[in-house]
């Protein structure tokens, strides 16, 4: 594991998403810190610079996974999130199937239906990277990004699948939308998918969205 330390900031190099989430959730423990935020394959800590210098955030970081890395609890629940495919929900998926020359249902066979891990939750709000993305599957991101993607959509970019829980730009190739409620100001957690879940994207009929 890769420690630098910066002005303000130290940043650790993870093996695997959960590594870092496990990472981040260690040193949130500690409190000692401003922020402590996980991505992909890294983890960055905010400290605050006005108390302590980068060595001395360093060597709490040393301090503080010293014993090693705690694996997270595991968590059992499986999350099945329903996806209108294709349509006016995916407007990218005939073009894609015809790219990587599959049907539509041949499609939907390799991307549903499958155990995944939530790998991170972030970029924008409630934004969701899953993982384990079929290797046939796998195109790179748009090369001219959408101004709008409305809330709910659902994409696939490199060797992951993306849920839009708000609206927002975005340039991952959309293949369909899920009815599932990513956002609910109302609730007690109003972004209910969180970083190393259990999810299965189950294939649903446009009526799911109602009349």
């Not at 060595?55 to 997270?72: F, M």
């Amino acid at each position: 594991m890769l420690i630098r330390s910066l002005d303000d900031l130290v940043c650790l190099s993870a093996a695997s998403p959960q590594e870092a989430q496990a990472l981040a959730a260690q040193l949130r423990d500690d409190r000692a810190w401003l922020e402590v935020v996980a991505g992909i394959d890294s983890v960055v800590v905010r400290f605050d610079a006005a108390s302590m210098d980068a060595a001395t955030a360093k060597g709490l970081v040393d301090e503080s996974l010293g014993s090693g890395i705690r694996p997270l609890p595991g968590r059992d629940e499986l999350v099945e999130i329903p996806i209108v495919y294709g349509g006016e929900y995916g407007p990218d998926l005939d073009s894609l199937c015809a790219e990587l020359r599959l049907t539509k249902d041949e499609f939907i066979s390799l991307h549903a239906g499958i155990e995944y891990r939530v790998d991170m939750v972030g970029f924008t709000p409630g934004f969701v990277f899953v993982g384990g993305l079929d290797e046939r599957l796998r195109v790179p991101r748009r090369k001219q990004p959408r101004q709008r993607v409305a809330a709910g959509s659902v994409g696939i970019a490199d060797r992951r699948t993306g849920l839009y829980a708000l609206a927002s730009p975005g340039g991952w190739t959309l293949i369909g939308r899920t009815p599932y409620p990513l956002f609910d100001p109302k609730a007690e957690k109003p972004f209910p998918i969180e970083a190393g879940m259990r999810i299965r994207f189950v294939a649903a009929e446009p009526d799911v969205f109602g009349p």
